[in-house]
């Protein structure tokens, strides 16, 4: 059993009073448990204009591991500017973190973070955590597939940095005070969990059906679609005028792969000269295509959806694309606000520039995928 503590606060400007006030709410003299681990997400002011997180992983006697983000919450409170907490302690479940200084995708960088991760534990894992920075090129799917490869498909849940305000600034990774734009952190845990994975793409009366299939591809380079140029498809459902990609509303593409129950989706991230389309991730050759369109009422609908699943569970963690923010506009605190008063249990949510969840296939068998424009959840 994991039992989760929870902590927040605003105080952007005085780390002593925020400090103070996460150590209170926390009570770990009375509240750890054997095993610890804490998940932070925060806003990048509490690591750039202040020392907060740094002091606050050098008071806390476990590992912390986190991301900062555009926006977080849990039971406790939620917001941009904030800083949430979330401890788990447990007296039967096992924590063992690894930290990689340099997300460049290389084989040998992987297999050391996963061996670091792997050593603090007495058995094989069951399910993995991971905390990435922004990256709008192929790593993110060669991270997937080659932990799924050397670990034997352990589960793999992840959350990559955010920070978007009026611009793009700093992405960062943290771990245990330290914070960098190129690192990544691996949590691995074992014992008596159980984990169990949702995943809400765009379905319904959002799905633009047009019978397509990729014709040519390479990695997260789109280049045909029913033998014919990318671009001229999206022009095809009214999403390319002259050549040029538009779209009044965020959409994706949603991507079937042979097996699998449910679609991945891509977002378009620009597009090249020669008509092909640059996306958000990995796209394979034969796979059917369909169209995605998000707007307000189908994102507070599937957060509520996600918030309520039914199911004997301690604590969910919740990540959301970035982009279903943009589309809510001036209430971009709604599908925060919605979950906080629909989930029933400790949780922690937080918006992410890219989503890591399993999906089944019709073997039933979960299938470790890397998503955006994606609600997913992870319940334990």
């Not at 054997?34 to 008071?59: P, Q, W, Y």
């Not at 290389?106 to 297999?111: D, G, N």
Request: with cysteine.
């Amino acid at each position: 059993m994991i039992k989760i503590l929870t902590a927040c606060s605003i105080e952007i400007d005085d780390s002593d009073a925020a400090i103070a006030e996460i150590l209170e709410q926390l009570d770990l003299e009375h509240t750890q448990l054997k095993n610890s681990v804490g998940l932070m997400a925060c806003h990048v002011d509490f690591i750039l204009e202040s020392d907060t997180v740094r002091r606050l992983c050098a008071r806390l006697p476990f590992d912390v591991i986190g991301i900062n983000t555009m926006g977080s919450s849990t039971n406790k409170g939620g917001g941009q500017f904030i800083l949430n907490l979330t401890v788990l302690t447990s007296d039967d479940v096992t924590f063992s973190v690894g930290l990689s200084r340099s997300f460049d995708g290389a084989e040998e960088k992987l297999r050391e973070l996963y061996n670091m991760a792997r050593a603090g534990l007495p058995e094989d894992p069951k399910l993995m955590l991971s905390f990435c920075p922004f990256s709008n090129d192929a790593k993110m799917d060669f991270l997937v597939d080659y932990l799924s490869e050397i670990s034997g498909d352990v589960p793999l849940f992840g959350i990559a940095s955010s920070d978007f305000t009026t611009s793009y600034r700093k992405s960062m990774v943290l771990f245990n005070g330290e914070t960098g734009d190129s690192y990544m952190v691996l949590l691995m845990l074992s014992g008596n969990i159980a984990p169990k994975f949702d995943v809400i793409n765009i379905s319904g009366d959002n799905i633009i059906n047009r019978a397509a299939v990729v014709t040519e591809a390479e990695n997260n380079i789109l280049k045909k679609i029913n033998n014919g140029l990318a671009v001229e498809y999206l022009h095809s459902i009214g999403l390319s005028n002259n050549g040029q990609i538009i779209g009044v509303q965020p959409f994706a593409l949603l991507f079937s792969y042979k097996g699998d129950i449910q679609p991945v989706a891509r977002i378009v991230i620009g597009q090249t000269p020669e008509g092909y389309i640059i996306l958000g991730g990995n796209v394979g050759v034969n796979s059917a295509i369909s169209v995605g369109i998000i707007d307000r009422d189908y994102i507070l609908e599937t957060a509520r959806d996600i918030a309520t699943r039914d199911g004997e569970f301690s604590f969910k963690i919740i990540v959301s694309c970035l982009q279903r923010n943009f589309a809510l506009g001036l209430d971009n605190m709604d599908e925060m606000e919605t979950i906080r008063s629909s989930v029933s249990v400790p949780f922690l949510f937080a918006y992410s520039s890219g989503e890591i969840c399993p999906v089944e296939n019709s073997d039933g068998k979960f299938i470790n995928r890397y998503h955006n424009l994606t609600l997913a959840c992870c319940s334990f």
